[in-house]
């Protein structure tokens, strides 16, 4: 061990040396470095080295390279640029050497493979100051080749020989190359599709600079990625892909017109129309075809790309075609062309038209409850977002009037509608239909209070043993008795809440919880007595929560009681650490320390395994290490007053002896000066 470890601090030198003859650091600074170092490296050579040591130790030569940096900018001058020396590049290549030694101890990670991607990305380690895209193609080729399931890492190494090395060839292999691993993965599919388009939009940029219109374009593929042959690329037979990939094309020329097809026989004009991304989209849809919101992320990519409405138009017929029962498919289908339009251009108008037109339509074909909701849904949207603009936010209204009685009328209720749409008469027949429903009841409850209906029957007849799990109900029926009935009758309503919230089970504890805490609240705001009598109540008629004590600790001003809710709150949940926490916490901050070594002793008895007393034992003692730095600071706080007074004494007497005295005196552990005047 001490051997290697040696070994790695003599590759320091130069770099050190250099440090110093550069004076960016000085004597006492390369010690602490190397102090550090060698603390790393021993750490590096234990038998178990997580990952968490490694980043340790590449953070520390971060920040030690940050510092050199700044400190060598501003010993520059602007005038001379500063001379590259050993220590402008050994630092970043130790910083590559740690990254390689973790990822030899753990190849698996693939947190510290991207983590050393985008350090080799964003530092120039290497002499001439630039980041080498060929140790990069390395890194990448190693990182898939250790996971090759990982699409991100494909998905990288692609856009690296795309932008770094400009070699679309390369980039596309790498993405084929996935898909063969991953056939399923949608983020490489949509790589591969984003990929295409690139390609061909780089293509007719070349064109138009080079003034051209039909050049068969080569591309090159040297500076590919050495990846080797995976052993899961070897289910993939490729004479099967060629032979499928033929027919497709086949198919798909019988079913071109007479003019598509005569535009495909000029060589080159069918890559640049995008045949090869339809055919990317069409081999996506075989691999994943159930799926259309992955069909609608290659219509969001396809904005981003000029003259691609073919493409597009073909994207949104395969959806209309396999999803014809989807609600949410079509209504993407009829809002799909919004997209295109400006918000402030006047062609929105027609549009949004446009859509209404195909919502009836959809409608007419699919004349369900979820399609109804994502039409009603539409129509809320656009009157919001138009509200500024009187004539659209009225048309839609209109429109959405029109939906609730079509609603209405037929049995197209859904919840999501009634929420939008119901009032009256159709709100009472979504709560009918829809029981379960909270926010239907708080609408309905809502309503009720405007019209001054009688909320309390309605909530204890209907909504509360309807949507008992209800928290927003709960609140919307105390509130309304909080406000509109006497002292004496609230109590009685929270009485029988408790009773009520008593037959919940134990998921629903933090609603228990809840309407005590509102009780103890509302007792609160009539007085100290009224609160206090409320505790009472909640502990004879309910089951008191953690919650409602902590509440009631909070309120009560009075150390007696709140030593007394104390013992109730750890009777009740004598096994839960919390509580007994809470009251040594208390009795320590009040200097009652016997009291506190015996509820100590009986939550040692009280917690139920040797794990937890451990760890109570270890919060106690620490509870009592801050008690005593608290009393210390005190002590020497009182020391520093006492010393002023002494001070501003001896000044006094200097003054006027006869009318000065000083009497110190002891209490509560203590010291304290008072000055008093007394008559000679």
Not at 392 to 409: G, H, I, N, W
Not at 640 to 651: I, L, P, S, T
Request: one cysteine or more; charged letters at 30%.
């Amino acid at each position: 061990m001490a051997e290697v470890v040696q070994y790695h601090l003599e590759q320091m030198v130069g770099e050190l040396e250099d440090l110093e003859r550069c004076k960016l650091f000085t004597k006492p600074e390369l010690k602490s470095i190397v102090k550090k170092r060698t603390k790393f490296e021993y750490g590096l050579r234990r038998r178990r080295v997580a990952s968490a040591d490694f980043l340790r130790y590449i953070e520390y030569e971060i920040n030690v390279d940050a510092l050199r940096r700044k400190r060598k900018h501003r010993k520059t001058r602007k005038s001379q640029p500063a001379k590259r020396t050993l220590s402008d590049y050994s630092i970043g290549r130790r910083i590559v050497s740690i990254f390689e030694r973790a990822l030899t101890r753990h190849p698996n990670d693939v947190a510290l493979w991207l983590q050393y991607i985008a350090f080799v990305k964003s530092s120039d380690h290497s002499e001439d100051g630039e980041a080498s895209s060929r140790a990069l193609s390395k890194i990448y080729a190693a990182a898939i080749t250790k996971h090759p399931y990982e699409a991100r890492l494909w998905i990288m190494a692609a856009e690296h020989e795309l932008d770094a090395s400009s070699n679309g060839g390369a980039a596309r292999l790498l993405l084929q190359r996935a898909l063969r691993v991953n056939p399923k993965d949608r983020a490489l599919w949509i790589e591969y599709f984003r990929l295409e388009l690139l390609l061909v939009e780089k293509i007719k940029a070349r064109r138009r600079v080079l003034g051209i219109d039909n050049t068969e374009e080569e591309e090159e593929d040297t500076g590919l990625i050495a990846l080797p042959a995976l052993d899961e690329e070897k289910e993939f037979d490729q004479r099967v892909e060629d032979q499928a990939m033929a027919k497709y094309a086949a198919v798909q020329a019988a079913e071109l017109s007479a003019e598509q097809r005569a535009a495909l026989a000029t060589p080159g004009n069918a890559y640049l129309q995008g045949a090869v991304a339809i055919i990317v989209f069409e081999q996506a849809v075989r691999a994943v075809p159930d799926d259309w919101q992955f069909r609608q992320q290659f219509v969001s990519v396809l904005k981003r790309f000029p003259d691609t409405h073919n493409i597009r138009q073909r994207v949104l017929d395969s959806i209309a075609a396999d999803f014809a029962g989807c609600a949410e498919a079509r209504s993407f289908l009829c809002v799909a062309h919004l997209s295109l339009v400006s918000s402030s251009s006047p062609e929105l108008v027609d549009a949004l038209r446009e859509a209404v037109a195909s919502y009836g339509q959809a409608l007419g074909a699919l004349d369900t409850p979820e399609m109804w909701a994502e039409y009603v849904g539409f129509l809320v949207k656009w009157r919001d977002v138009s509200l500024g603009e009187e004539s659209l936010s009225a048309y839609f209204a209109a429109l959405l009037k029109r939906a609730a009685k079509q609603v209405a009328e037929g049995a197209r209720l859904s919840e999501a509608v009634a929420l939008e749409l119901a009032e009256g008469e159709l709100l009472a027949e979504a709560t009918r239909r829809f029981p379960a429903s909270e926010a239907l009841w708080c609408k309905r409850l809502h309503a009720a209070i405007d019209a001054r209906e009688d909320v309390g029957r309605l909530c204890e007849a209907h909504a509360l043993p309807a949507a008992r799990h209800g928290r927003g109900v709960w609140d919307l029926w105390l509130s309304w008795a909080e406000r509109e009935m006497s002292a004496d009758d609230v109590r009685a309503k929270y009485v029988a809440a408790f009773a009520m919230t008593s037959q919940l089970t134990s998921e629903h504890a933090e609603l228990k919880a809840h309407v005590q805490v509102r009780f103890v609240d509302w007792a609160w705001s009539l007085g100290v007595d009224t609160f206090r009598a409320a505790c009472h109540t909640v502990q004879r008629h309910a089951f008191p929560t953690p919650g409602f004590f902590r509440r009631c600790l909070e309120l009560e001003p009075e150390a007696k009681q709140r030593t007394t809710l104390h013992e109730f709150a750890c009777r009740v949940s004598e096994e839960d650490k919390g509580p007994w926490l809470a009251y040594l916490r208390f009795l320590v901050g009040e200097r009652r320390l016997e009291a506190a070594a015996a509820v100590f002793w009986r939550a040692s008895k009280a917690l139920p395994s040797d794990a937890d007393r451990e760890a109570f034992d270890a919060m106690y003692q620490e509870l009592l290490r801050q008690n005593e730095r608290t009393v210390a600071s005190g002590l020497i706080a009182a020391a520093d007053v006492a010393r002023g007074y002494e001070h501003n004494f001896a000044q006094d007497v200097t003054e006027s002896p006869h009318h000065i005295a000083i009497s110190v005196y002891e209490s509560s552990g203590s010291i304290g000066c008072v000055s008093q005047k007394v008559s000679s």
